[in-house]
């Protein structure tokens, strides 16, 4: 297949387009002038401008839509960049006579519990891409992503690793869902082959919308668990002490607050900023898998929790950054 990934030159979007290039298609990468290739390095990677995607005279088989923002100095940022952008493009492909048969939408499960700007961005696209009746159209609502390039989680990995972890101290437990990097990238190529098969099967555009995460939750302490242990056996000792630090609602809001004033006097978004504060705060990240068993069947391998923190371990040491 002749594929387009935006938001290449970012950590999901670089492993999409890894695994087309393993899957064999040919493989068009859309960055921005100021985008860094340093994970686009393989020669067979065709590059487009971001800002010239719609002159493209081509048409697609499938277009893998990662290009999009998590973080923002203003909220209305989220809903320029995630919604109003991709939905110009698509505009454009159309207006040229170049959609694609099929466009994947890398949501988020945040738009499935849309308390954040962010979400409420996402939950936009979603509801106009659901609209569109003239190609197939995938959306796929990823809890929190990690894996190899993944420079969120790191903070975490990194505040683990010299003894602390600050937990929300929410009422009751709060239900935390992942997603190993490489995982979703196989299952953006698991559901263009089904939209494929529908699409010849029935000559109809399918939109299909599922949910993508390992099928459990865990709890804040689960997760510390998780990397304590690894970090224990990577020093050969027992125990990795980690004190977890209670810390009301309130206190993350203020936190995230001041982070992001911080971040507007630098003019550059911030992990933490108010908009996140509401993430941080959402008790349950529970993804519901029904959607995604109901069109990827139920044998989809998930790597587990404790061999994606390995690996990303892995990856970060020999990376330099933990
Ligand atoms: N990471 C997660 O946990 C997670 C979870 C659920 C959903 N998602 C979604 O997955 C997508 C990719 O996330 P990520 O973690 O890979 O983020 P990322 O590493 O920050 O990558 C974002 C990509 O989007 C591009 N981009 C940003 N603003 C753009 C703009 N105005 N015009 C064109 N391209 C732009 C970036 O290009 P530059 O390199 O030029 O900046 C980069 O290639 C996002 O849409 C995100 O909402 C991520």
Not at 24 to 31: L, T
Not at 92 to 105: D, E, N, T
Not at 156 to 162: L, T, V
Not at 247 to 254: A, E, R, S
């Amino acid at each position: 297949m002749k594929i387009l990934v935006t938001g290449a030159s970012g950590f999901v979007g670089s492993h999409v387009v890894h695994l087309a290039l393993k899957l064999g298609h040919e493989v068009w990468a859309a960055v921005r002038k100021t985008s860094s290739r340093q994970w686009l390095t393989d020669p067979g990677i065709r590059f487009v401008d971001f800002q010239e995607i719609s002159e493209i005279t081509d048409t697609f088989d499938a277009v893998i839509w990662c290009a999009g923002i998590t973080k923002a100095l203003k909220d209305e940022e989220f809903e320029t960049v995630n919604y109003f952008q991709m939905r110009k493009c698509v505009e454009a492909m159309r207006q040229s006579g170049h959609l694609p048969r099929i466009f994947v939408y890398m949501s988020s499960l945040s738009a499935r519990y849309p308390v954040s700007a962010y979400g409420r961005s996402k939950l936009h696209a979603a509801e106009w891409l659901r609209e569109q009746k003239d190609m197939t159209v995938v959306i796929l609502y990823p809890t929190g992503v990690y894996g190899p390039r993944d420079r969120d989680y790191l903070q975490q990995f990194r505040m683990i690793k010299s003894g602390f972890d600050f937990v929300p101290s929410l009422w009751g437990q709060q239900k935390l869902s992942f997603i190993y990097v490489w995982d979703l990238a196989n299952i953006v190529f698991q559901a263009i082959s089904v939209a494929e098969a529908v699409l010849d099967r029935c000559g109809a555009c399918p939109v299909m919308e599922m949910d993508v995460s390992e099928p459990r939750t865990y709890t804040n302490a689960e997760f510390r668990h998780i990397l304590q242990h690894e970090f224990a056996g990577r020093a050969g000792d027992k125990r990795w002490p980690v004190l977890p630090l209670r810390v009301p609602g309130w206190f993350i809001h203020l936190v995230c607050g001041i982070s992001g004033l911080i971040a507007k006097m630098r003019h550059k978004p911030a992990l933490l900023n108010p908009d996140k504060a509401h993430l941080l705060t959402q008790m349950d990240w529970t993804a519901d898998n029904t959607q995604l068993r109901y069109w990827l069947g139920d044998n989809i391998p998930f790597t587990s929790l404790q061999n994606g923190v390995r690996l990303t371990t892995q990856y970060y040491l020999d990376n330099g950054w933990l």
